[in-house]
Antibody, heavy 116, light 112 residues
């Protein structure tokens, strides 16, 4: 069955960096677009980036463009999110999702806290 | 950005009774291919979202037929024909027609 397992979350100071990973299994990873979403109690759910199977098509939400970078390694069935210049408002649970035009399967999430 | 407005935000329901959640978008969700990319998600307490309905009215595999989606253009509805205890949680609509994809605020379903 489809499994998505995120890792890499934690506490980081404002201005710092963090790299999230998502290990995928149960499907042919390279065949699917993948994405990162995040959720906060205040702003709710937000899609922040997606990437196609060959890493040719990538898009970002304005809130993270220029600071976050999505990437993937199909040989390792893994999705990544490099987060730089982190701000307090980036504090959220980050989810990795598989896309079939829109998200179908979600990981369990990893908490990122940006605080001094 | 497309604004998705759900109502009600809180929905107390008696077990076995029907429930209905409305979702309205600030723009038409009909894409150039003729489809409306409107999903419904359920998020149970402490869990990640689970997709229930895609493209307005298509139920995902394993989703009970108590759940149904309908609507078109800018007005959409999720209905639960008979609420069960397992249905407690927050329900979100999400549009994937216009980037950035956006979500409704969520409707909290609880048992009276």
């Amino acid at each position: 069955q489809v499994q998505l397992v995120e890792s890499g979350g934690g506490l980081v100071r404002p201005g710092g960096s963090l790299r999230l990973s998502c290990a995928a299994s149960g499907f042919t990873f390279s065949d699917y677009y993948m994405s990162w979403f995040r959720q906060t109690p205040g702003k709710g759910l937000e899609c922040i980036s997606y990437i196609d199977g060959s890493s040719r098509y990538i898009n970002y939400a304005d809130s993270v463009r220029g600071r976050f970078t999505i990437s993937r390694d199909n040989a390792k069935n893994s999705l990544y999110l490099q987060m730089n210049s982190l701000r307090a408002e980036d504090t959220a649970v980050y989810y990795c999702t598989r896309l079939t035009r829109l998200p179908d399967f979600w990981g369990q999430g990893t908490l990122v806290t940006v605080s001094s | 950005d497309v604004v998705m407005t759900q109502s009600p935000l809180s929905l107390p329901v008696t077990l076995g009774q029907p429930a209905s959640i409305s979702c309205r978008s600030s723009q038409s969700l009909v894409y150039s291919d003729g489809n409306a990319y409107l999903n419904w998600f359920q998020q149970r307490p402490g869990q990640s979202p689970r997709r229930l309905i895609y493209k307005v009215s298509n139920r995902d595999s394993g989703v009970p037929d108590r759940f149904s989606g309908s609507g078109s253009g800018t007005d959409f509805t999720l209905k639960i024909s008979r609420v069960e205890a397992d249905d407690v949680g927050v329900y979100y609509c999400m549009q994937g027609t216009h980037w950035p994809w956006t979500f409704g605020q969520g409707t909290k379903v609880e048992i009276k």
